[in-house]
């Protein structure tokens, strides 16, 4: 059994009901109750974090180095295209991690074009809506599975 952590950035929660047509009508809860379900059915322990504080999705990361987490879902939201904090937190945990964007960012705006994380990262799915956070969480499942053979 492993731990699978999913970080939630900024204006995260509130999904549902913050811009419908680009983020989809499906609530933080939604997601991460799916995701919890999918983990434990997989025989593994979920955790997540929604926060608005860049300061409390790197404390959460540290804490990840200590607290048996093997592997990370991250939607940084905002986040994404401005902190190199968030990247040094990431790249210190040394865990695994795919990257989540609900729209297509390169469908939006420019400057939404830009990631701190995409090169760090396992991979990344964007543009699937809530699915991009279970089709992650599949491919987490697998990638543990194998590090356990």
């Known amino acids: ?3 699978i952590l999913a ?3 900024p204006n995260l929660n509130l999904l ?3 811009e419908p047509q680009i983020y989809g ?3 933080l809860d939604d997601i991460n ?3 919890a379900a999918q983990s434990s059915n997989a025989g593994h322990e979920f955790d997540n974090l929604q926060s608005n504080s860049e300061a409390d999705l790197i404390d959460r990361l540290h804490l990840a180095r200590q607290d048996g987490t ?3 879902i991250v939607n940084f939201g905002g986040f ?3 902190s190199i904090s968030l990247r040094d937190a990431m790249l210190a945990t040394e865990l695994p991690f795919i990257e989540v964007h609900l729209s297509n960012l390169y469908s939006r705006e420019d400057y939404r074009r830009k990631s701190y994380f995409s ?3 396992i991979g990344s799915i964007v543009g699937m809506g809530a699915q991009g956070y279970e089709l992650a969480l599949q491919v987490a499942i697998k990638k543990l599975a194998k590090s356990n053979d």
């Open 25 to 27: 009508y499906d609530t």
């Open 70 to 72: 093997a592997f990370i």
């Open 7 to 9: 970080l939630h950035g």
């Open 80 to 82: 994404t295209h401005t």
């Open 16 to 18: 549902g009901n913050r």
């Open 119 to 121: 090169d760090i990262a």
């Open 1 to 3: 059994m492993a731990k």
């Open 33 to 35: 109750q799916r995701l």
